[in-house]
């Protein structure tokens, strides 16, 4: 039995094809073939009002299939192009599955498009490789951004734009819990009460087999982001202070999986058998669910009846507190301009970027419309977005957040296995973890590493 991947988003298809193409090791060096020197001197440019663009043409720009975000784009290259009648925004979203191969492939070539929407998995080989070009200094306050501590290189140069932010939170369905008395704020804030009441949720048939969940999470996705949350819930990392060892066999790593493993096999309130993800919910077949913020547009399209039928909560804890952290927060970033192009083409396609997406009026739009965290610190409770049952779970905890930073792209695979022995072979967790950290270990100091998580500081 395959642990299911996660449908319409962060796959790993792509990420092998990528391999294949590049080498386990050799991603980088190919990518740096496209050349930097271009990198150094846009390093300044700051976007320019668009009466004084001095750039004439057409900027591709390329994306992956996103309802919201292309419904955004389609309209701000429209209003783009009104203002600046010599400008065409020319915008192509891809397939999941052929977006992360096709933009490093031409990134190699120096002959794809100008700017490109970049997952933040895809990033840092093209950092690594001068392949983009840093954001300007001063093309807004990132001291006013929740990514501040994470976006920066060893220059200190800002290197994202992040429209949002996706955390786990728990969704749980309204009709359910009213035929059960129960309400939103029943829901505990710490996990030990918290798996009591999901094993009070959770239905049986007579062979003992789950026929409703009592909080579902079965996807592999999840596995892994729930692992992270609980880490740095217990104040633990995921990474050695300079990048070059993994910490999987410390106790917090451990004991986080343990957790997972438990989970399933020791509380019984979710199934390996039940649909996959937001299947589970979507269909009826959980009262609750942890899952992160994407699952609530990927749900919606999949199952339109639930609409009015879910609200969330914040993810408890394990003390029922926000400190030391509440988990990990994974980035939405936005576009990054490649290197190979003319200083006039990068500079108008920060001003298009700028335009699309800076500003809280901009970071609003995308919250409701993406169902995202805006990364302005200022709109954290924003009543335009407080009430919206997609962004109660996750606003309330987002200073709290840790960012990992690169995700090594050697390691999901060892992910997957390891998850795999635990669940579905129900290996003894360190035993896992120690297989996983053996083979991690070799890889993380072939190349620098963009590890972020230790410039985290709770708020005070």
Not at 200 to 226: F, I
Not at 276 to 288: D, E, V
Not at 311 to 316: L, R, W
Request: glycine fraction near 8%; charged fraction near 25%; hydrophobic fraction near 40%.
């Amino acid at each position: 039995m395959d642990i299911p991947t996660r449908k319409n988003a962060r796959g790993a298809i792509s990420r092998r094809d990528f391999l294949t193409i590049a080498g386990m090791t050799g991603g980088a060096a190919l990518l740096a073939s496209c050349g930097g020197p271009a990198a150094t001197q846009a390093a300044t440019l700051a976007p320019a009002g668009p009466k004084s663009l001095s750039f004439k043409g057409t900027l591709d720009l390329w994306d992956w299939e996103f309802a919201p975000r292309q419904k955004i784009i389609t309209e701000k290259a429209a209003e783009f192009a009104a203002l600046n009648p010599d400008i065409k925004v020319n915008y192509l979203p891809l397939p999941w599955a052929d977006m992360e191969t096709k933009i490093l492939t031409v990134a190699m070539a120096g002959n794809g498009p100008a700017m490109s929407d970049v997952f933040y998995f895809w990033r840092y080989d093209l950092q690594r490789a001068n392949a983009i070009v840093p954001y300007p200094s001063d093309f807004t306050d990132w001291e006013g951004r929740f990514s501040a501590p994470f976006i920066k290189d060893e220059q200190g140069r800002p290197r994202a734009l992040v429209c949002g932010w996706y955390v786990d939170m728990i969704y749980y369905n309204k009709e359910i819990f009213a035929k059960e008395g129960l309400k939103g704020e029943d829901i505990p804030t710490n996990w030990d009460d918290f798996i009591k009441l999901a094993q009070q949720l959770t239905q049986k048939d007579t062979g003992g087999k789950v026929t409703r969940s009592g909080c579902g999470m079965n996807d592999y996705w999840q596995h892994e982001y729930l692992w992270h949350d609980l880490i740095y819930q217990q104040g633990g990392w995921v990474y050695s202070a300079d990048g070059t060892q993994a910490l999987w066999e410390d106790e917090p790593s451990v004991k986080a999986v343990q957790f997972i493993q438990d989970w399933y096999l020791k509380h019984q309130i979710d199934s390996l058998d039940l649909p996959a993800g937001y299947g589970t919910f979507g269909n009826g077949l959980a009262a609750m669910m942890l899952g992160s913020g994407w699952n609530t547009g990927f749900m919606l399209n999949d199952f339109p009846q639930m609409q009015d039928m879910f609200d969330t909560v914040p993810m408890p804890t394990y003390t029922g507190k926000m400190t030391p952290s509440t988990g990990l927060a994974s980035p939405e970033e936005t576009f990054q301009v490649f290197s190979s192009f003319p200083a006039e083409t990068q500079e108008a396609a920060f001003a298009f970027t700028k335009f699309a997406v800076e500003g809280e009026d901009n970071a609003v739009r995308w919250g409701i419309d993406e169902q995202i965290v805006p990364d302005i610190k200022s709109l954290i409770s924003d009543p335009r977005l407080v009430n919206l049952p997609s962004l109660k779970g996750q606003l309330p905890g987002m200073p709290y957040r840790v960012t990992t930073g690169e995700r090594p792209i050697e390691a999901e695979k060892l992910w997957r296995a390891m998850f795999d022995e635990v669940l579905l072979k129900e290996t003894d967790p360190q035993a896992a973890l120690k297989a996983a950290t053996e083979a991690i270990n070799i890889e993380l100091p072939k190349k620098k590493r963009y590890i972020t998580e230790r410039n985290y500081k709770p708020p005070a």
